[in-house]
Structures are given as C-alpha cells and as structure tokens.
C-alpha cells in the first residue's frame, strides 16, 4: 500500500514539476516557480531512488516484480533527463520552444512508465488478498495527478505547444477526472483484471468529495478560458490548482481508511433551499415522466424520456452539485433516508419506464411521488430546525 501511494505521489509531483517550468517558460510567477522548481526536483529523484532500492524508514520494500523494476527504471530515466532540462529553465532568461518540445515528451514518458508500475503494485496488491481498499485508494490518488496534469496541459496549450495534441491530451485529462470520480461516488462493476469498486455510502466522505468536484469545476472553468486564448486567467488556474490538491488529499485519507469521520455540517439558507426545491422538481419530473411514457405508449405521440432528468436528479441529491445549488445530504442519516426509501423507487420507475406496461409505470409514478412528498417534508423540518429564527423558504 505504501509502495502504491509514493508511487502514484511521484507520479504528482512530475506533473507538478512539469506545470512549475511551463510557468516559469510562460513568464508567470518566474522567480517563486524557480524556487519550487529546485525544491521539487531534489525530492522527485530521492523518492525515486527508495522506490526502487527500498527504504526501511519509509517502510518501503523493493519492486516485488521485474516488470515492475523495469517501468521504475525507465521513469528514473526519464525524470534523469527531464530534471536536466528543469534546471535548465531556473537558470535560463529565455527558454526556446525545443526545450519545451522536450520537456513535454519526457514528463509524459515519466508519467506513462509510472502510472504502468503503479497499476502493476495494485494487481500484485490485491493477487495478495490484501483487505486493504488498494484498488480505490489508487483511483484516488490519481485523482491529485489529474489535477496537476489539468493545469501542466493548459499551460502548453497557453503556450501554443503542438496544439491539436495539447487539446486531446487536455480533454481526455478532463474526462478523465470526471470519470473516475463517479467511479468512486457511484461504485462501478469488475473489469479488466480490476475487482469492483463499492459505492461510497460514507457521509463524510461524501461531503469531503462535492468539496473536491466543487472546487475542480472552478479549476476546470479557468483551465478552459485559458485554452481557448485568455491567458489572463493562468493565474487562477495557478492559485485554484493547490486548493483542489488540497481537498482531493482529505479524500485520499479517507479512502484509506485513516480518517472517516467528520464533524457535523451546516447547511445556509441557500443550500436548503436548493435541497427542498431539488425534492420538489424530482417530484415533478417523476410525474411528467410518467405522463410522456403513457402518451408515447397509449397514443402514440412522440415525446423524450425523462430518464436522464430523474438520474441527474437522483445523484445532486445523494452527492450534492455546485450548479444547480444542492448541496450532499447533511447528516448520514438524510443520506440514509434518501438512499434506503426515495432511491428504491426512483429505481422501480426508471425500471418500468424502460418497459411497455403502462399501469406499471403509474404506479411507480404514484409511489415515487409520495416518497418525495414526505422526505420533503421531513428535510424542511430539518430546515426550520436548524434556521429557527429566520425563515427557510418563502
């Protein structure tokens, strides 16, 4: 576990250094991008050294496989080479656009190798029979290098480094995030040699994970205006990207398992409101879908589903959503209370929406409608209780 978690943390602090040089290349923040350039640098190949020869202080074993060792290796190399070039730039005026051309290859040739050994440890990990939750921790920690390689993709796109490339790579980096933290919210089924992932049904690390997409959405908003031309916005992607780290990290913790508790959570006006109203719409979006379903079925008039509504609904308020405002539920036993009776019969309706049978799509309608009713009630008590002197909704 230890091996996956320095390793996938190397992976991070290539991409770091990467994003610290194109800064310093880009003229932003020059001398304080030099100053952690040289310290990063000096970390990056020491660590890099314990992964590969071991380290008792670390509890560190060696590579447990050849393959391994190899990938390790050639990461080693490419850092080797790439740490050449980076120091290069703290002592450079200018920086030609060949330096940048290799930089770019080498950070993605150290990137590649590493992320090859860390998917080799988790394999060997849980072929151990390993209780430790390795596989989710993994896809957490590489949650932090997606962030770092966000904001290192939207520099050579400032830049105007190979640019049809630079847009791939920034766009896959954005799906990519996105992707994987449903992964880790939602659960997702066995693939690839991989096991399954459990949904995540803990509270605090449900709260502590809108903070990270909350706060990603903002970085990703800034990342785009960058790419498409304002460079203005460079800065906000550079003071954005430490505060996604630091909350992608509280998550990481709590994926291994370290610290899954939380203290109690408040709730603004703001937010109630836009928890009470989500109840509401999912409410109304529930019985217009049935009256679609029944007027496509029985009349044959053409209408579009609501499927994608009611999912979309279902996951703001089990997981909360920046925009619209719901925040994730306040207490576990609201989620309890949303996941154990609203969930199971949104899911009797998507699942008779997806049939032929009229009645059976009413009915589901019908009780779907009432849950929402009363677990909307209930949330504006929770609402008036916890606002006692101002009102909560008008």
């Not at 080797?80 to 005026?93: D, F, P, Q």
């Not at 992964?183 to 809108?210: H, V």
């Not at 496509?296 to 909360?320: D, I, M, P, Y």
Request: aromatic share 6%; glycine share 4%; hydrophobic share 45%.
């Amino acid at each position: 576990l230890i091996a996956i978690q320095s390793s996938e943390a190397q992976n991070y602090l290539v991409a770091r250094a990467t994003q610290l040089f194109m800064q310093v290349a880009l003229g932003f923040e020059v001398s304080q991008s030099q100053v952690d350039l040289t310290v990063l640098t000096e970390s990056v190949g020491q660590d890099l050294r314990k992964l590969l020869e071991g380290s008792i202080a670390q509890d560190l074993v060696v590579p447990p496989d050849q393959e391994i060792v190899d990938l390790l290796f050639a990461a080693q190399t490419a850092w080797i080479n790439l740490e050449i070039e980076l120091k290069k730039s703290v002592r450079s005026a200018v920086i030609p656009s060949t330096t940048i051309k290799e930089v770019a290859r080498l950070s993605r040739l150290a990137l590649d190798n590493m992320a090859s050994a860390v998917k080799l440890y988790v394999q060997v990990a849980l072929s151990s029979g390993t209780d430790a939750p390795v596989y989710q921790l993994d896809i957490a920690s590489a949650q932090r290098t997606t962030i770092a390689k966000l904001a290192k993709e939207t520099s050579f796109l400032s830049y105007g480094y190979d640019p049809e490339n630079s847009w791939i790579r920034f766009n896959s980096t954005r799906q990519s995030f996105v992707s994987n933290h449903w992964k880790l919210m939602k659960g997702y089924p066995a693939s690839g040699g991989f096991p399954a992932m459990p949904k995540t049904s803990n509270i605090c690390i449900i709260q502590q994970m809108a903070k990270v997409l909350e706060q990603y959405e903002l970085l990703e908003m800034a990342a785009m205006k960058v790419a498409l031309g304002d460079q203005a916005r460079l800065q906000e992607v550079v003071q954005r990207m430490p505060e996604v780290v630091k909350e992608m990290e509280l998550a990481m913790n709590q994926f291994s398992g370290l610290n899954t508790t939380c203290g109690p959570a408040t709730f603004s006006k703001e937010q109630w409101q836009g928890l009470i109203t989500e109840v509401g719409l999912l409410r109304s979006w529930s019985q217009e879908a049935a009256v679609r379903f029944i007027l496509q079925n029985e009349f044959n008039q053409t209408t579009v589903s609501l499927a994608t509504v009611l999912e979309e609904s279902e996951l703001r308020l089990k997981f909360g959503s920046r925009d619209p405002l719901v925040p994730p539920p306040i207490s576990q036993a609201m989620f309890d209370e949303v996941t154990e009776h609203l969930e199971p019969k949104l899911h009797t309706l998507m699942a008779a929406l997806a049939g032929s049978d009229s009645e059976r799509v009413h009915i589901a309608s019908v009780s779907l409608s009432e849950e929402t009713k009363k677990v909307k009630k209930e949330f504006l008590q929770d609402a008036l209780a916890s606002n006692p002197n101002k009102p909560v909704l008008r």
